[in-house]
DNA sequence: AATGGGACCTGCGCGC
DNA sequence: TGCGCGCAGGTCCCAT
């Protein structure tokens, strides 16, 4: 669940709270989400080393080490970081030395904990497409002219653009004015432009709020993330949209749930 | 090349 | 009450 602007959430969250500080133990409870190296090297890595750097690459946050190495994170859908923590149903716990203990939740066992010697040479990385805020409309336009996927599909496919996900694709192509299944080169230039305006507006508007806590992505105080107020029709099935009051629809696109208004999105 | 489906997992809410 | 089932969605992988 956690997308762009939860993990850029997070980041700053942890960027007040524990940039500096020394990981001094890591109890590893669930050895399933450390994806690399061993659990054994893992905790050697991290053990004694400063919190010296935290960044965000599209869903994945970065804490750069004091002794050269990184600890990557991708929260996937149900990761959480809460600190100060209890070390109770933790799939992985750091203990800092303020005495305190950051907490790695994760329901699913779907999230990926690695500690790497280059972060950017890591495979899914490499891979990624251009963060929406870094994107001029003429490269957008290039990109979309060749591109007969369903605008949807393609929004969300971190080789294309990086950061979005199911609830924000949703929430842009309302905006937009855009159907899901429209083919992206079908687009005309005003609504590219109308779309990555949206895209940006968005996005920054959720970060601003601290994120959408839908299901399980909560910030690292615990709180919850404000921006589902402003939810136009994620998760609004039946409802009436808010614009025009046409019942909000949704149908599976690739497998996921998608939510239009099939009066206002043409 | 692009698309669809399954796999990875667990907990929740639903219908019976 | 309790069971089984579908669903939630980020990413990879495979088949078509």
């Not at 960027?15 to 020394?22: A, H, N, P, S, V």
């Not at 970065?62 to 799939?91: C, F, W």
């Not at 432009?193 to 949206?198: G, R």
């Not at 690292?220 to 949209?241: A, K, M």
């Amino acid at each position: 669940m956690p997308e762009l602007p939860e993990v850029e959430t997070i980041k700053r969250d942890l960027e007040k709270i524990i940039l500096g500080k020394k990981i001094t133990e890591v109890c590893v409870h669930h050895p399933a989400v450390i994806r690399q190296p061993d659990v054994a090297k893992f905790k050697q890595y991290l053990q004694g080393a400063k919190i010296k750097n935290i960044l965000r690459k599209a869903k994945v946050l970065v804490l750069e080490l004091s002794n050269g190495k990184s600890l990557v994170i991708h929260l996937k859908m149900t990761g959480q970081l809460v600190y100060p923590g209890d070390a109770k149903k933790s799939r992985v716990s750091f203990y800092l030395d303020d005495g305190k203990i950051l907490d790695f939740n994760d329901q699913r066992l779907f999230a990926e904990l690695r500690v790497l010697d280059d972060w950017r040479s890591l495979k899914f990385i490499q891979n990624l497409g251009p963060e929406p805020f870094d994107l001029p409309l003429a490269q957008f336009k290039e990109m979309l002219a060749p591109k007969k996927t369903k605008i949807k599909a393609l929004l969300m496919e971190q080789g294309f653009v990086s950061g979005i996900g199911n609830l924000y694709a949703a929430e842009v192509l309302f905006k937009s004015g855009i159907h899901p299944e429209r083919p992206a080169n079908s687009l005309s230039d005003k609504e590219k432009e109308t779309l990555l305006k949206a895209i940006k507006d968005i996005l920054n508007q959720a970060i601003k709020h601290g994120g959408s806590s839908i299901d399980d992505y909560v910030r690292l105080s615990g709180e919850r993330g404000d921006y589902v107020r402003y939810h136009r029709v994620y998760g609004r099935q039946g409802q009436p949209c808010l614009a025009c009051k046409t019942p909000v629809k949704r149908i599976a696109l690739g497998g996921r749930g998608t939510y239009f208004c099939p009066r206002c999105q043409k």
